[in-house]
């Protein structure tokens, strides 16, 4: 029996879930989750929406409902006894580190972790003490990328036999397509688009995912700001990222909200290019929803954001995300806009790296995980070992 936990499974998490757990079709998995999540009459396997702290406002109603949630949990895995448990996401890490090792003492549950961010966006003090404390309990941490696996190594002297690098994979979405194609020509007249070229910034905008930068550049840049033919598209919740300097641009679109599936992926479908100049991230479910959608990305050189370059010319990295950097390749697109409707035009290269994401090779690398684990965890395996 596997227990599958996730506290954050709505958004692009839930979808991360939702398609692992879909192409591991493993009915031994019970999946606890967010009453949000989103797909809970198409999964194979028993789901229990157990985590409702995201509806309280203050902090400590948040932490009392998320204790509630995490005795029920302790309580379902004392009695129903799991031979695995894989988390997907630290909330309260003390509360996280100190059931987890609480099991460990009673029962021989091998507990694996997917981290995938290796630390959190904006640490504080102690989060790195924490956080190595949280991944020395583990059994295995799965990390999305190479450099993932060497930060963890360097930054928490994890054992590189603990550590198993499986890649995120597309992101799936299940929308009303219909109601997408609507929002899609909507967005074109409202935008005027025809003829113009499209730079997106999609989703919760905040300084690690450098928002902030962009609306610097092209507010400080004539050739961008005063352009007839260019469009700077900002969509999504903003997390205190000034974009005073953007209000009077007439090329500027800016919505400050949480946006549904369908208007996300109506976004897309008309964006040319899409900004990801993260300073700091280990890998990002907008870069994979934008390859899923064949849609150029321009990223800067953190984390697991390089690797989809690597596997396919399908964007450009501008290395570290800086002013500089930035400003000279958003020139560069926009005085050689050929440049993007080659990559988007490339079947090849975008069959080549959705290929590398597949998550049949993911759900199948992550069986294989379980699968080692129990069998470290059997009977036999611990006798040929004594």
């Not at 800016?254 to 946006?259: D, L, P």
């Amino acid at each position: 029996m596997i227990f599958f936990i996730d506290p954050m499974s709505y958004d692009n998490p839930g979808r991360y879930d939702h398609c692992l757990l879909r192409h591991l079709n493993n009915r031994r998995i019970t999946f606890f989750g967010s009453y949000l999540y989103p797909y809970k009459e198409t999964l194979p396997i028993t789901f229990i929406p157990l985590f409702r702290y995201n509806r309280q406002r203050s902090r400590f109603l948040k932490l009392t409902s998320y204790l509630l949630s995490i005795l029920k949990l302790l309580f379902y895995a004392l009695i129903r006894r799991p031979h695995i448990i894989h988390i997907q996401w630290i909330r309260f890490w003390w509360l996280d580190y100190y059931w987890l090792k609480l099991l460990k003492a009673f029962t021989a549950v091998k507990i694996v972790y997917t981290a995938h961010n290796v630390i959190p966006h904006e640490p504080g003090a102690n989060e790195m003490a924490q956080y190595r404390k949280y991944y020395h309990l583990m059994d295995a941490v799965v990390t999305h990328a190479q450099v993932s696996k060497a930060e963890l190594i360097q930054k928490f002297q994890l054992s590189e036999s603990r550590i198993q690098v499986i890649a995120h994979g597309l992101l799936d979405f299940e929308c009303d397509w219909d109601l997408v194609a609507r929002y899609k020509e909507e967005l074109q007249v409202a935008l005027k688009t025809q003829g113009k070229i499209i730079f997106a910034m999609l989703g919760y905008q905040s300084e690690y995912k450098g928002s902030d930068l962009i609306a610097e550049v092209w507010a400080k840049t004539p050739q961008l700001r005063e352009s007839s033919r260019l469009i700077l598209l900002i969509l999504g919740k903003n997390a205190k990222i000034d974009f005073s300097n953007l209000a009077a641009i007439e090329n500027v679109h800016i919505e400050n909200r949480f946006i549904s599936d369908e208007e996300y992926c109506a976004a897309l479908k008309i964006a040319d290019v899409l900004l990801l100049p993260y300073r700091a991230i280990s890998q990002s479910g907008v870069l994979l929803s934008a390859i899923k959608e064949s849609v150029p990305v321009l990223i800067s050189n953190v984390g697991g954001l390089p690797e989809a370059l690597e596997v396919a010319d399908i964007g450009w990295n501008i290395g570290e995300a800086s002013f500089h950097n930035l400003q000279q390749q958003l020139l560069s697109l926009v005085n050689q806009p050929q440049q993007i409707y080659q990559k988007k035009d490339n079947t090849k290269e975008w069959d080549k790296v959705k290929a590398f994401y597949s998550w049949d090779d993911i759900s199948r690398r992550t069986g294989e995980l379980y699968g080692s684990l129990q069998v470290e965890q059997s009977p036999d395996s611990r006798a040929r070992g004594s």
